[in-house]
């Protein structure tokens, strides 16, 4: 007779426990036990308990490849969800087996769990057993997470439409998800800061009363309503309308990704020499800076055409804006000197210069951070990060088994579906525009030409967290695959980058994205680029957003007026009846205090709290990865000691394992 000694771990969160009826069957190499029962009278999976018990068999089981948790109805006790972590087992020769699970078992059920040593299918090639086991697990999953077809040229999406939908697993913990309401909750009547400090306080602080419909009385008055206890919203609202902070947003704001070095100017924004001189100075010319890469253009041809939204019976505007910046030499400080708010020039498109009034300059920036605005929401941070996230969680639960390295590796937890009506043609548009090289930050800074632009923190903390990144996914890679052909081999493998390649990027060559990968160098890349986007990228273009749009002004969201077609028209009237008005205000300055608003249960890049590996190597690796992520914290830190304006946005303890909100 052979005695198993058993340990069962329940989740810690509450809810996790059950009063189900819990027993266990071990299957080894070379037989399995009959079905044990795991809780006896009175003992309950309590959360955060370990239940010990021992598992007897007439015969050595040989090593314990995978084990069996059968829950079933107890009584008259009613059906509840438990959450195991992971499973122990212990061989009367003393060898331990550890099963990691992390997951919900609902309903009367027998869930199936590997030993949890990292296994491509090539290496179970000796084993229909284990063969047979990852096929039923994808099989479950696959019925569990299907695709639909959201918007026609858009990333596809998971098959629900309510959270009652979805599958257990893949919602959010309670802990979130009550964090979440917690903050929706206060809505119109305050915006808290991070140390609750009261942004507003009701609508009423906000013009007259805080009726719907009001314009904003004076420009002015609204700067002392955006108290916050962090550095930058104050610092917005002291220097927003300063040209060399309109061009620092363009580096380290909360959209650093867009702005490109521009060689020539285009055909369709008739900039010449004698528009810019007073900007550019003595010590140079248009031309000169062009060839030396001292200027650069942000160019929202991608919003031309576009239908736009009504609002308090209103229609609303926005404009295909140019933008051109000169790096000046003496701070480096990217400055504005030209800007087009359309894509056709002419007598009613001006070139609207710093030279201009007052209010023609401050409200051709307006009309420019309207155009980022929409760019930045709408591609660059939900179709570029949550919509591709989504499918790489899908992917991933779809195609890779819970025992294979790259599923214990994975740098996504589900993400939320942030899809919203009315977006679809732009949505089309950036997906016209995605290309694998966007998403591949090294490849994209040189695409850009802004590897030498100075005082670029995104650029700078962003390589070095995708060189951490790399190094730790190359050591998983190396360890694992070990060769080219075992990564042709791989047949799950080769079905998530495909299934990636059809959901995400629609199937599209032009893409210049993998549908199938063959070097163990293509895969350390693909695997740096989905961590990368799902965690530092996603950071970058989400957490600095009430940050830089609380002040109003700064981002407005909405334009109410059609752009000015002539100079000398604007003036501090115009501009009020041109911004939007107080209840969209306070409802945008919400959705961003909720995005930006640090959850309950953050992960931060580089923790790995559920301990799917249990090989030596990939420990070590994480703890190398986690080490490196401290001292580029320590770098960063360092360096914002010499900063005006600190960047942390891509400090690793800031930035989140996955996207969370």
Same mark, same amino acid.
């Given at each position: 007779m052979?005695?198993?000694?058993?340990?069962?771990?329940?989740?810690?969160?509450?809810?996790?426990?059950?009063?189900?009826?819990?027993?266990?069957?071990?299957?080894?190499?070379?037989?399995?036990?009959?079905?044990?029962?795991?809780?006896?009278?009175?003992?309950?999976?309590?959360?955060?308990?370990?239940?010990?018990?021992?598992?007897?068999?007439?015969?050595?089981?040989?090593?314990?490849?995978?084990?069996?948790?059968?829950?079933?109805?107890?009584l008259f006790f009613p059906e509840d969800n438990w959450f195991c972590t992971f499973v122990l087992v212990t061989s009367p020769q003393g060898q331990i087996y550890y099963f990691p699970c992390y997951q919900w078992l609902e309903g009367f059920r027998t869930l199936e769990l590997r030993e949890g040593t990292g296994k491509l299918v090539i290496d179970d090639n000796s084993s229909p057993l284990l063969l047979k086991h990852p096929e039923e697990e994808l099989k479950a999953r696959r019925d569990a997470y299907?695709?639909?077809?959201?918007?026609?040229?858009?990333?596809?999406?998971?098959?629900?439409v309510t959270l009652e939908e979805m599958e257990t697993n893949a919602k959010y913990s309670l802990a979130k998800f009550t964090s979440f309401l917690t903050r929706s909750a206060g809505g119109e009547g305050k915006v808290m800061g991070h140390n609750g400090l009261q942004i507003t306080e009701g609508m009423g602080r906000w013009g007259d009363g805080g009726e719907e419909g009001e314009q904003w009385e004076?420009?002015?008055?609204?700067?002392?309503?955006?108290?916050?206890?962090?550095?930058?919203? #104050?610092?917005?609202?002291?220097?927003?309308?300063?040209?060399?902070?309109?061009?620092?947003?363009?580096?380290?704001?909360?959209?650093?990704?867009?702005?490109?070095?521009?060689?020539?100017?285009?055909?369709?924004?008739?900039?010449?020499?004698?528009?810019?001189?007073?900007?550019?100075?003595?010590?140079?010319?248009?031309?000169?800076?062009?060839?030396?890469?001292?200027?650069?253009?942000?160019?929202?041809? +991608?919003?031309?055409?576009?239908?736009?939204?009504?609002?308090?019976?209103?229609?609303?505007?926005?404009?295909?804006?140019?933008?051109?910046?000169?790096?000046?030499?003496?701070?480096?400080?990217?400055?504005?000197?030209?800007?087009?708010?359309?894509?056709?020039?002419?007598?009613?498109?001006?070139?609207?210069?710093?030279?201009?009034?007052?209010?023609?300059?401050m409200l051709a920036k307006m009309w420019v951070r309207n155009s980022d605005f929409h760019v930045h929401q709408v591609v660059s941070h939900l179709l570029y990060t949550h919509l591709l996230a989504e499918v790489f969680a899908m992917a991933t639960l779809r195609q890779l088994p819970m025992c294979h390295p790259l599923y214990k590796v994975r740098g996504v937890i589900w993400p939320n579906s942030a899809r919203t009506f009315g977006l679809h043609p732009l949505m089309e548009r950036g997906m016209q525009s995605l290309t694998y090289t966007t998403l591949c930050l090294p490849s994209d800074?040189?695409?850009?030409?802004?590897?030498? +632009?100075?005082?670029?923190?995104?650029?700078?903390?962003?390589?070095?967290?995708?060189?951490?990144?790399?190094?730790?996914?190359s050591g998983i890679v190396e360890y694992y695959y070990k060769n080219n052909d075992r990564v042709q081999n791989d047949t799950e493998l080769q079905a998530w980058v495909a299934e990636i390649f059809a959901e995400a990027f629609l199937g599209r060559n032009s893409s210049g994205a993998p549908s199938s990968i063959q070097t163990t160098a293509e895969l350390v890349r693909f695997l740096t680029m989905v961590i990368f986007t799902c965690s530092a990228q996603h950071a970058a273009v989400n957490s600095a957003q009430f940050d830089f749009g609380a002040w109003m002004?700064?981002?407005?969201?909405?334009?109410?007026?059609?752009?000015?077609?002539?100079?000398?028209?604007?003036?501090?009237?115009?501009?009020?009846?041109?911004?939007?008005?107080?209840?969209?205000?306070?409802?945008?300055?919400?959705?961003?205090?909720?995005?930006?608003?640090?959850? #309950?249960?953050?992960?931060?890049?580089?923790?790995?709290?559920?301990?799917h590996f249990v090989e030596v190597a990939p420990k070590r690796l994480i703890k190398a990865f986690q080490e490196r992520l401290a001292e580029i914290s320590m770098e960063i830190k360092e360096r914002n000691k010499t900063l005006r304006l600190v960047y942390t946005y891509m400090d690793p303890p800031v930035v989140e394992n996955s996207i969370s909100i």
């Open positions: 052979s005695r198993y000694k058993v340990q069962v771990a329940t989740g810690l969160f509450l809810g996790s426990g059950t009063a189900n009826s819990m027993s266990i069957t071990l299957v080894g190499s070379r037989g399995e036990s009959d079905k044990t029962l795991l809780n006896r009278l009175g003992k309950n999976f309590a959360p955060g308990t370990v239940n010990k018990c021992k598992v007897y068999s007439n015969q050595d089981l040989g090593p314990i490849n995978l084990i069996r948790l059968h829950k079933e109805r107890y299907r695709w639909k077809v959201y918007a026609p040229g858009s990333p596809r999406c998971l098959d629900v004076r420009l002015k008055e609204e700067r002392s309503e955006t108290e916050h206890s962090c550095l930058s919203p #104050e610092y917005v609202t002291n220097h927003w309308q300063e040209d060399s902070f309109f061009g620092y947003q363009y580096l380290n704001g909360v959209h650093p990704v867009f702005i490109r070095k521009c060689t020539e100017i285009p055909a369709n924004f008739p900039v010449t020499q004698e528009m810019v001189a007073g900007s550019l100075g003595t010590s140079t010319t248009l031309q000169e800076a062009l060839k030396t890469g001292k200027i650069f253009i942000a160019d929202y041809k +991608i919003l031309e055409g576009l239908q736009t939204n009504v609002i308090n019976s209103q229609t609303q505007h926005v404009t295909a804006s140019l933008c051109l910046f000169y790096q000046e030499p003496s701070q480096g400080d990217l400055l504005p000197i030209a800007i087009q708010l359309t894509q056709t020039p002419g007598p009613e498109s001006p070139i609207f210069l710093p030279s201009d009034s007052e209010w023609d300059w800074i040189q695409a850009r030409g802004v590897n030498s +632009i100075p005082n670029y923190c995104y650029r700078d903390d962003g390589m070095k967290l995708w060189t951490a990144i790399e190094s730790f996914v002004p700064n981002t407005p969201s909405s334009m109410r007026k059609p752009p000015p077609t002539a100079k000398g028209t604007a003036t501090l009237e115009s501009i009020l009846e041109t911004l939007p008005e107080v209840n969209t205000t306070c409802n945008i300055m919400i959705v961003l205090w909720q995005l930006s608003a640090e959850p #309950e249960d953050k992960r931060p890049l580089g923790s790995f709290l559920d301990s």
